[in-house]
């Protein structure tokens, strides 16, 4: 990850702060900026082109952002990072912001691999404990890992909860070792 995407994502999330801009809002048209760059090899031909004048850059920024109908301070962050350089970097700058948002929002990501594919109901239960070990609402994301044997682990940033039967048997063959 480049070194300076956090830094810009926090500016931007000062800013949205500040301008009491809706936080939701300002991060999809980040995405939809985001998305359009991404899908047309023209624009960011003429968006990255250092020979390209800024001033021709900033109309093409203007037409895009009124056609997404784009907040006015998404569209001068799009054109600061323009200015930096740092376009090449966009999506980079977009996950940490999310990451920020989320922070300031209460949200924590958690990432909860099971032995089993979980069903609806299952989720929502395991969902309901894990925001009460964040302490707030989280965002899951799943995965399986049939080595578990059966459980799950719950990654919650740098904080795993070790809910197997693999990690079970672990201890309990170091117990019987030791014993």
């Known amino acids: 990850m480049a070194v300076f ?7 931007f999330a000062e800013v949205v702060a ?3 801009l809706d936080v939701v809002a300002a991060q999809q048209q980040l995405r939809d900026f985001a998305g359009t760059l991404a899908g047309s090899s023209d624009l960011h031909e003429v968006l990255l ?7 021709q850059k900033l109309k093409v920024l203007d037409a895009i952002a009124s056609r997404i109908g784009m907040f006015r301070e998404v569209r001068n962050f799009i054109a600061v ?4 350089h740092r376009l090449a970097a966009l999506d980079e700058i977009l996950a940490e912001y999310a990451l920020v948002a989320d922070e300031g929002s209460g949200i924590a990501e958690a990432e909860i691999t099971s032995a089993l594919p979980l069903n609806e109901a299952d ?7 894990v925001a009460k ?9 799943y995965h399986q890992d049939s080595s578990l044997l059966g459980g799950a682990v719950v990654r919650i940033g740098s904080t795993v909860y070790d809910g197997s039967v693999r990690a ?12």
């Not at 082109?49 to 001033?55: M, Q, V, Y």
């Not at 070990?133 to 899951?140: E, S, T």
Request: a positive charge; zero cysteines; glycine letters at 4%.
């Open 5 to 11: 995407a956090p830094r810009y994502a926090h500016a």
């Open 18 to 20: 500040s301008k009491r």
């Open 49 to 55: 082109n250092p020979s390209i004048a800024e001033e």
């Open 81 to 84: 990072i323009m200015d930096h």
């Open 123 to 129: 989720r929502a239960a395991l969902e309901a404990q």
């Open 133 to 141: 070990l964040a302490g707030g609402r989280v965002r899951a994301s």
């Open 168 to 179: 079970q048997l672990q201890q309990l063959k170091e117990r019987l070792i030791s014993a």
